[in-house]
């Protein structure tokens, strides 16, 4: 008596199996999922897209990529409030030829990423499209008033970044150039196709109360420092010579590769972006787990955004990161 | 320093403005939405597609019967488990042409839902894309152990359907031949674009402990019933004749619109389904807040699908409803 929606519901709930948590009360297969959250705890709630031609290439990433990443990037918004991720809504349209080697892939690559983040499915929703759709909801937890907002930095604060910046643009042109020919090459091709989502980070830092104001770069720095400094109604100056970025031979990058751009305007980094009072900045330790944590500059009381460039020089940093409109 | 997407989002925002709710908060314009779970309440989590060419056409559906329909759609499911809805995330994909006149029409129909469920916006995505995608997601709230599932229905229990069936899918068959003539034909439209999620009836059923197990019909009686057994590990015996269905003089239906098979196939409907203890039965009221409850048939211990025909004549009901696979 099931229709082909019921056994594709299945094949992913199958894929997707695992120890229910014990928050979950229901999953998958009834009308809508229901949670029990806990006493003491705050419920985080976001959704990504995750479409083909925008966000990726059906014929350049691989399924288990393009499943992980889905999810990744949506476990990125509850990392950026350091909350801890736990239950996923996979909402998926899809051409009936991609219904069997390519959603095994996929499942695979998002089967993945939730054993590794602890984030189970919980429900969805599942269509036939002409193009591939994803849209996934996270819920994640953290304790009450413990959440970290874009909207608390004051001046004077510290701003930092997580890793090194510009390596998944860098991957992406890789990609699309098909030039994956040495180690270096991989490393940003797996930031682009795998990013890790800086969930341990978040809980660390948020756990020590040490952010003022924190999100994640998924657009890149100079619009996502935008949309901060814009949240907490401030402004910031940054020196272009200390944000971490890639590492080429030559420092600005072979061929048409300009590090500093990557690093100002790349998106899809998903490393942390937070502030801290100046007296606690020597708190920040320079690594966490061996990613570098870097102070990049400080949030001033002018609602602009300013530049500082290797000879001193100052200019306005215009967003110039990833704009869909 | 805003984006075209920021400008976006803040259009979205002051459209749905309104009343946070005393359990939210921090909605819309951080990296995730902060929601504050009620002490005994578990929470209901739900999310539906709405895509142009699947579920609505872009010349042909109203702006605003789509912003409210993507909306009382994914709230139905909330319903469907005896819960309160509470809020929502918006994920919308648009063409650059639609993002001022259309969207005006599609906030005006989605503020109106939000309003009349007394669901508020709590975050969402946008990007740009060449088709109209939209995914909504839900939550809900119901008090602990009180939502109803799909899976506590019992050998001998009653089977109930809210409202008349059919009359959604007549509603869009109309849209389509441009047959909105008399004021009939406008009532079954108005179904069909502007449905009302049955969340009185549900958190009404739920509260006075009647249904043994509850769903939406979103994709037709006989779909959505073979779920509901698939779901329970029972079967199911309905009468034809009892099911409510469009009122056509004649009864078979004017022209080629067969009021049986609509009723039996059409989707649409968000009536709900739900079953009932026998001896609980006689609680269930004849009509509740105006809206017919009708009792269509019982459940049996064999799991398969009958229906009984005008003249006793018993036939397998096979699952003939919407199904994108």
Redesign the interface.
Known sequence: ????????VQKITRALAGNGGTSL??GA?????????R?GY????????F?E??HFLRDKHPPDSIGWKCLARAIS??A??G?QPQ?F?L?L?LP?SH?SQWLDGFLKGLARAARRFDCRL??????????I?I?V?V??E?P?GR?V???GAKPRDLIFVSGRLGEAELGLRSLRNGRVTNQRNRRWLKKHLYPVPRVALGRWLAGNRLPTAM??LS?GLS?DL??L???SRVGARIAIDKIPRVNLPGGKGRGHYDVTELALHGGDDYELLFTTRPRQAGRVPSAFQGLPLTCIGEITGRT??IAIGPGGREGRL??G?W???
């Open positions: 008596m099931k229709t082909g929606e019921d056994r594709l009360v229901l297969g009834d009308d809508a999922a229901l949670l029990k959250p006493a705050q419920t985080i709630l976001t959704c990504d897209w479409l031609g925008s918004d509850v950026a409030m909350g239950y809504l909402s349209a009936q219904t919980a429900g969805g929703d599942t269509t036939r499209n002409r193009e759709l849209n909801t819920t994640g953290a009450a959440a907002l874009r909207s999100m994640d657009d619009t935008s949309r400094c814009s949240a602009e955004l215009a967003a990161g704009d869909p409109f």
